[in-house]
């Protein structure tokens, strides 16, 4: 498990990667982040969300599908490995390798065919896939941060790069 303070166990691929962060003190402000975010991931792309127990990964995910319609429960994968979730005609896979043992269990479960170039994947835990799960375009990174929590927002990919540059132009939004 991670502690409160540490940051991401995996080194992103771009050295030179854009990154910045973004305060949010309670749930609303994560629903908040996932509303604004959502329109912005693009088929193909992969978020690593990283964090320890309870630190908004599904909760961001939660929020993520709601904006864009998503009616039906969202639940963490934890136990499943993923989630399936069918969205304007987007895939959008919701991993989560907590309990993997070894990276390996990535391949053994056939997990790779999910990474398309018409599906979205957010992965929770990632470093327990090492060297299996593709890299990501963003990475978000949460850190308990008194009652709230700080979010570590990195683009690793230049469709990573596009995505949070129009997010960070457009934070906050109005009316926040």
Request: net charge negative.
């Amino acid at each position: 498990m991670h502690s409160p303070n540490s940051s991401p166990v995996h080194p992103l691929p771009v050295p030179s990667a854009h990154a910045f962060t973004l305060d949010l003190p309670d749930e609303e402000a994560t629903a908040t982040l996932g509303r604004e975010l959502a329109p912005l991931l693009k088929p193909g792309m992969v978020v690593w969300l990283d964090g320890e127990l309870g630190a908004g990964k599904t909760t961001l995910t939660r929020a993520l599908l709601r904006a864009l319609g998503h009616k039906g429960p969202v639940k963490s994968p934890t136990y499943t490995l993923v989630e399936v979730y069918v969205v304007s005609s987007i895939y959008w896979y919701h991993f989560d390798f907590y309990r993997f043992n070894h990276p390996e269990e990535f391949e053994d479960a056939g997990l790779g065919e999910y990474f398309r170039d018409d599906a979205v994947c957010l992965v929770e835990w990632p470093e327990k896939a090492a060297g299996h799960v593709p890299p990501p375009d963003v990475a978000l990174v949460f850190r308990f941060a008194g009652d709230g929590r700080q979010l570590e927002l990195v683009a690793a990919s230049e469709k990573g790069r596009a995505c949070l540059n129009t997010l960070q132009s457009r934070w906050p939004p109005a009316g926040n």
